[in-house]
Nanobody
Framework: QVHLVESGGGSVQTGGSLRLSCVVSGSIFSLKHMGWYRQAPGKERELIATITTGGTTAYAESVKGRFTISRDNAKNTVYLQMNSLKVEDAAIYYC????????????WGQGTQVTVSS
């Protein structure tokens, strides 16, 4: 069972930046493809960024060019740098192990709340 602890959320104004972190335990992190997901009120959880074990990244169109996913295998941590934040980016953000975008960690962490005000 993978254990996921997200942090780094907060309240910012539009155009601001945040850096989210997710520490992963209970698995060999370096062997796991990782993803960041988000869930806004009243909406389904959506995949927004992925990074493979080799460092290849992919993004949803809604965040491409503004968000950057990265990983530090020595720290068992995956990051999400979020720039030029928009009101529509407000959500609870989660990380998970993934294959083809499908979460494979068996459960979710508590997530980290991002609030963006205009």
């Amino acid at each position: 069972q993978v254990h996921l602890v997200e942090s780094g959320g907060g309240s910012v104004q539009t155009g601001g930046s945040l850096r989210l972190s997710c520490v992963v335990s209970g698995s060999i992190f370096s062997l796991k493809h990782m993803g960041w997901y988000r869930q806004a009120p009243g909406k389904e959880r959506e995949l927004i960024a992925t990074i493979t074990t080799g460092g290849t990244t992919a993004y949803a169109e809604s965040v491409k060019g503004r968000f950057t996913i990265s990983r530090d295998n020595a720290k068992n941590t995956v990051y999400l740098q979020m720039n030029s934040l928009k009101v529509e980016d407000a959500a609870i953000y989660y990380c998970n192990t993934q294959i083809g975008g499908r979460p494979t960690g068996g459960s979710w962490g508590q997530g980290t709340q991002v609030t963006v005000s205009s």
